[in-house]
């Protein structure tokens, strides 16, 4: 299945058209290489990079001004390094590389781990590049049948009914929620595979990124952690509980996390509680990357929401229309609304997920008044739904989740 990624047209304009360098990073398996070299057979002219080659290691540890043609040619070139952060001083490298560059030369930087967490003892690039966040597959990038929706026109379009779901998307649906998104267990559609796939994905980010990026002894004991936290997901993150049951401290289950979270294996949406009574402040909620892992039909198909809510996040901070955040809320009475999408900070739509409950929930009257919200929205599994309740301040919309899903991208 050939198809374009969602993020492709924004590199082009935002950074190759504008002569800056385009940064990308996103989980292993995630498609960043195949996108990287799908351009450049485009562009018919340039190099690409892996910094696993000893081949290239031993270039660019001699003089890493050797990956840019010394030659000018009709064709920009475009010159692709995966995985350079695991280079010493990359950033510096490449800052040296882009400020005396002889002829035009498009550069794209790519990574399976978190680039920003390789900042140490490597110079700023601010203002030479822009940073992309690549996520998996979604319902809308894979039926491709809506283009963009700004966040300005979003709202109304849903609430609108703009978009009349097929029966195929559904079924695409039912296929993202058992396989996951990632590429090849998605496409290749078969259970013992995507079983195969996952014991790989793991071992590997394990065995090989974890190591790389920490150095840490302790990498068994990291796998275990792994291995308990889909039984986590849409829960409170509970390290003094997982400390326990691993039987470390508060402080390295706090630091594995955070290098499992650089490496994409998991995501912490945070809560929200401006001037909201009783609100929690602290307390984040786990979810997977892959939520094929999530054996559990609720918190998987809730993952699956956070996961498109997240991923349409990324994409508009990244690609310049506003600073938007993935939370949540709940008071200390553990009333609860799953996700709400923050816009420069302020509340901007908040989001309950229900596997079939088509009953709005008694917790929107809990939050809704101090939101100041005029829209919110109830999504569920079940085909078909669309049911727009008017409150006094506020107007509810009941929507399935393969009709919501597709507004985003």
Not at 360 to 388: D, E, T, Y
């Amino acid at each position: 299945m050939n198809r374009t990624r969602y993020i492709v047209n924004d590199l082009i304009e935002l950074c190759f058209d504008a002569d800056k360098m385009a940064f990308v990073s996103g989980p292993r398996q995630v498609g960043k290489t195949t996108m990287a070299k799908a351009l450049l057979q485009e562009r018919g002219n340039g190099h690409y990079y892996n910094w696993d080659e000893t081949k290239f290691r031993r270039l660019w540890t001699k003089d890493p001004s050797q990956v840019i043609p010394q030659q000018a040619s009709e064709t920009q070139p475009l010159i692709i390094l995966d995985e350079i952060h695991k280079a010493t001083l990359w950033k510096r490298s490449i800052k040296g590389i882009y400020d005396t560059l002889l002829n035009p030369c498009n550069i794209l930087v790519t990574g399976s781990a978190k680039l920003d967490v390789y900042r140490r003892g490597s110079d700023s690039l601010l203002g030479r590049y822009h940073h992309f966040r690549m996520h998996p597959f979604s319902l809308a990038e894979l039926t491709q049948r809506n283009e963009f929706t700004e966040p300005d026109l979003l709202v109304d379009y849903i609430f609108q009914d703009s978009i009349k779901a097929a029966k195929t998307d559904f079924e695409i649906l039912q296929q993202l929620e058992k396989f996951g998104p990632f590429p090849e267990p998605f496409l290749g559609q078969s259970t013992r595979k995507l079983r195969l796939w996952q014991r790989s994905r793991i071992e590997r980010l394990i065995r090989e990124d974890l190591r790389d990026l920490s150095r840490l002894p302790e990498l068994s004991q990291v796998e275990m952690l792994a291995s308990i936290l889909p039984e986590r997901v849409s829960y409170s993150l509970g390290l003094n509980s997982l400390a326990r049951d691993l039987e470390v401290s508060y402080n390295t289950i706090k630091r594995w996390l955070s290098y499992l979270k650089a490496l994409y294996y998991h995501f912490e949406v945070k809560p929200y509680h401006r001037n909201l009574p009783r609100s929690i402040k602290k307390e984040g909620k786990l979810y997977l990357w892959d939520w094929s892992e999530v054996v559990e039909p609720g918190p998987r198909f809730e993952n699956l929401i956070g996961s498109h809510l997240l991923k349409y996040c990324h994409y508009c901070h990244d690609t310049g229309y506003g600073d938007f955040e993935l939370r949540y809320i709940r008071n200390k009475e553990k009333k609860e609304i799953d996700f709400l999408i923050t816009k420069d900070r302020k509340p901007w739509l908040p989001i309950e997920v229900k596997l079939n409950d088509e009953q709005p929930s008694p917790n929107w009257s809990q939050f809704m008044k101090f939101l100041k919200c005029s829209h919110a929205i109830q999504v569920v599994r079940k085909r078909g739904v669309f049911n727009i309740i008017n409150n006094d301040d506020y107007s509810l919309l009941i929507i399935s989740a393969d009709k919501l899903l597709q507004y985003l991208i």
